[in-house]
């Protein structure tokens, strides 16, 4: 009988130790991947400086009004800003100012153009409402857009960091129950 057991517990210790293991590298394979993807779109958005912005004029451009540019057929928002002294155009985020220079803001509902113009409308009634905002511009003096959000600011990045830091220490945590559990059981045995 007490073969058996020690047997069924070797199997065991082997068992949680292969799947603390197999975290700690599922962790290490995850902080490779959010390093070379996340990590570099974090260190290289220029918008870092927080400001108070005061809404000028907002505008809703339909298709005909964007000067014929190659855009999809949605009604878009341009939100005209003053920002650290001076007249800009705000942006959603940094992909809003690399789609459509012309638009502050492009609804998410591209399926329906009501459903876009909507959405654009309540965003407009939002701004009217909160005329005075934060939001994030580029340090360079000539700079003349904003932005509303980063896409990946400080706490993105901590939420992208969080869990595979939890499933390493959980993969540690594991390892070093399975190596004190080894260590206790030989001073048992010699006693």
Not at 57 to 75: A, C, H, R
Not at 128 to 148: G, K, M
Request: hydrophobic share 40%; proline share 3%.
């Amino acid at each position: 009988m007490g073969k058996k057991l020690v047997m069924a517990q070797k199997r065991g210790e082997t068992r949680a130790l292969c799947l603390g293991v197999a975290m700690v590298v599922c962790a290490a394979i995850t902080y490779y991947i959010l390093g070379t993807t996340v990590l570099p779109l974090y260190q290289k958005s220029v918008w870092t400086q927080e400001s108070t912005c005061h809404l000028i004029e907002t505008n809703i451009k339909d298709q005909d009004e964007l000067g014929g540019k190659k855009v999809s057929q949605y009604p878009c928002l341009s939100v005209n800003v003053s920002a650290v002294g001076r007249w800009a155009m705000l942006y959603h985020t940094e992909d809003t100012r690399d789609q459509n220079q012309q638009c502050s803001y492009i609804p998410g509902h591209l399926d329906s153009y009501q459903m876009a113009l909507a959405d654009v409308k309540k965003v407009r009634a939002n701004f009217h409402e909160h005329r005075a905002f934060y939001c994030l511009s580029s340090p360079q003096v000539n700079e003349t857009s904003v932005v509303y959000r980063r896409l990946y600011g400080p706490q993105i990045l901590l939420f992208s960091f969080f869990w595979p830091t939890f499933l390493l220490s959980g993969g540690l945590l594991v390892i070093a129950m399975v190596k004190l559990n080894r260590s206790l059981s030989i001073l048992a045995a010699q006693r």
